[in-house]
């Protein structure tokens, strides 16, 4: 046994010299140089210099150093990172022929290929096909009732609020969990389960939460020596019976006559014409669930974290809905006359980018941008966090500045204000044939939530005993790919007795819904 483990270890070492010396023999055209970058030790690159929490710092630095697009080396595999807009587009979107298929993911060994995971899926037929039906299980949400759903959340999570304001990271992950399952499958009864699959997912990809995603030789020992691979397999093996379980509820639900308008029930009412296959599709209808709750959650916790620091921006919210609503909650149909709430909606965004490295791209054929060379294979990164940073569309970049927004002498400033600012196509969704396809329904779950909260309750740094003001710390994240801030203390005052009952009693006739 121990001259087998020894074989093993010997050939994988063998494929990783190979590979290290064939990238260092390529011979570049005449008149291209490589992409400029840290240069790393061989084999390993510069895994040692990536800290486990907070990676997208150590990349935005190196992008400071290197320029707005650089390559680095992580145990073999080369990545290309992009800080700028501008040569995002360039590549993601005007390239999107050869740049929009999906890396690998070494704890993944199945998600270019398998159709299990839409958003992961490699350039291919099958993913072609899952995002034709995705943009029509959009486009008909629009034209139902499914858009109702965050509305009728946002009672309840304001209700929650009043009564446990300090358990607020597990009621906005509870609100999103709940409106994204009433949109796919009309029920909130998938919830619970969803977010443990949501979060069990988001560790398998991570590189903080899995090994072999850092380490992608990992991925060829056998099974019975990896424990990545009995983990990974026993979670898609749950998620796989929790997808099609979910879909099987609706489908008995239908027969009764007792079925709500959701990505589910569109299914099943084209899946003869369509020839949709079950299995396929409740993957996708899965998978598009465990998008939205993964995501939706962080920009709210960022949204009461900035509150917290920058109070007079809350007042400014507070103020405008007065003006605009009166005592009443803002609604999605005032969004035109609340300028001030959509900049705050969108500064979280670009302030804490919530995927601050981007989803990455993988780059098909070698290819040439100006005089440099990129590598075929390479994993194509849009640093978020850089280009949300860069100093000359986003003056003082590390401020929470909503105002850039709004005052025509910033350089993101659009025009009409009843229009601008919005979501639409905003990097923070991707670029070209990647981009999100559900960005409307996030753009209304900020806009409620956020609205709904400053309409509510003044959010405030919390006092000790003696009278202090509780310090808040501004810049410490969880560790997995989709950044939270950490969680912290504060108060969360109701703004006035008509609110408070106002907020009671909408919670309480939404209890049961």
Known sequence: MAAFISILVVLVLAVIVYRYWYSTRKVLPPGVRPLPGPKGLPFIGRVHDVPSTATWLKFWEWSQEYGPIYQMEIFGSVHVWISSEQVANDLLSKRGSVYSDRPKIPNLPDNRTSGDYMPLLGRND????????????????????????????????????????????????????????????????????????????????????ALPNVIAWLEHLPAWLSPWQKTEKARHDAENVFFQQSLRDVHDAASKGEINPSYAKTFLEGKEKGGWEHEEWSYLIGMMAIAGALTI??????????????????????????????????????????????????????????????????????????????????????????????????????????????????????????????????????????????????????????????????????????????????????????AKPDSFEFDMIVRSEEKRKTIVQDGEAVENV
């Open 297 to 482: 959650a962080s920009p709210l916790q960022t949204y009461i974290l900035a509150m917290v620091h920058h109070p007079v921006w809350q007042a400014k919210m507070q103020e405008e809905i007065q003006r605009v609503c009166g005592d009443r909650c803002p609604e999605w149909e005032d969004r035109a006359n609340l300028p001030v709430v959509r900049s705050v909606v969108k500064e979280i965004l670009r302030w804490r980018p919530p995927v601050p490295t981007g989803i990455p791209h993988r780059l098909e054929n070698d290819d040439i941008y100006g005089d440099y060379f990129i590598p075929g294979g390479a994993t194509i990164h849009a640093l978020e966090w850089g280009i949300c940073r860069d100093p000359v569309k986003y003056p003082d970049p590390e401020a929470f500045r909503p105002e850039r927004w709004l005052d025509p002498s910033f350089p993101s400033y659009r025009e009409p204000l009843t229009e601008f600012p919005n979501l639409k196509n905003h990097h923070q969704f991707g670029f070209g044939r990647r981009t999100c396809q559900g960005v409307e329904i996030v753009d209304q779950e900020l806009f409620l939530v956020m609205s709904g909260m400053a309409w509510a309750f003044t959010i405030q740094k919390k006092k000790d005993a003696a009278g202090n003001e509780v310090e808040v710390p501004w810049n410490k994240y969880t560790s997995l790919l989709i």
């Open 126 to 209: 099958i993913w072609k096909r899952q995002r034709k039906f995705a943009h029509h299980i959009f486009s008909r949400a629009q034209n139902e009732s499914q858009y109702a759903y965050p509305t009728l959340e946002r009672k309840r999570l304001l209700h929650e609020l009043l009564k446990n304001p300090s358990d607020y990271v597990y009621l906005l992950e509870a609100y999103t969990g709940r409106t994204i399952s009433r949109l796919a499958w009309g029920s909130v009864a998938p919830a619970p389960q969803l977010k443990i699959d949501a979060f069990g997912l988001l560790e398998a990809i991570s590189p903080s939460g």
